[in-house]
Nanobody, 124 residues
Framework: QVQLVESGGGLVQAGGSLRLSCAAS????????MGWFRQAPGKEREFVAC????????YYADPVKGRFTISRDNAKNTVYLQMNSLEPEDTAVYYC?????????????????WGQGTQVTVSS
C-alpha cells in the first residue's frame, strides 16, 4: 500500500508559478510510474503529466506542454510538478497517483494509488 500526500497548492495570479509536491509513505516510489491529474469543478478528472520509474521518460497533456515539468526524487520518495505561466484554466484540484505499469500511462484507471488532492487557483 502506498499513501500519497500532495502539497504546494494555493492562489496565484495568471502568469505566476507554483511547485506541487507529492510525498509517499508505505512503500518506495521507485517501483511506480507517477502521474499528476487535475479536476476542475463540474469536469472529469484529467491527465496532466507522468514520469517513469527512473525519471527517464515523461509525458504531458497538450494543454500543459511547455509550461509544466514533472520530476521525481526517488531518494526522497517525492514527485514534483513545476507549473509556470499559469492560466485561469489551470484552476483545479491536483492529484498525484501511482501506477504499477511501465511506460507513460495517461488513463485514470491505470493508476492504483491516489492522494487527497491540493487546490490550485489561478486568478486573472
Amino acid at each position: 500500500q502506498v499513501q500519497l500526500v500532495e502539497s504546494g497548492g494555493g492562489l496565484v495570479q495568471a502568469g505566476g508559478s507554483l511547485r506541487l509536491s507529492c510525498a509517499a509513505s508505505g512503500r518506495t516510489l521507485s517501483s511506480y510510474v507517477m502521474g499528476w491529474f487535475r479536476q476542475a469543478p463540474g469536469k472529469e478528472r484529467e491527465f496532466v503529466a507522468c514520469i517513469s520509474q527512473t525519471g527517464g521518460d515523461t509525458y504531458y497533456a497538450d494543454p500543459v506542454k511547455g509550461r509544466f515539468t514533472i520530476s521525481r526524487d526517488n531518494a526522497k520518495n517525492t514527485v514534483y510538478l513545476q507549473m509556470n505561466s499559469l492560466e485561469p484554466e489551470d484552476t483545479a484540484v491536483y492529484y498525484c497517483a501511482a501506477s504499477n505499469l511501465y511506460g507513460t500511462p495517461a488513463m485514470k484507471n491505470q493508476y492504483l494509488y491516489w492522494g487527497q488532492g491540493t487546490q490550485v487557483t489561478v486568478s486573472s
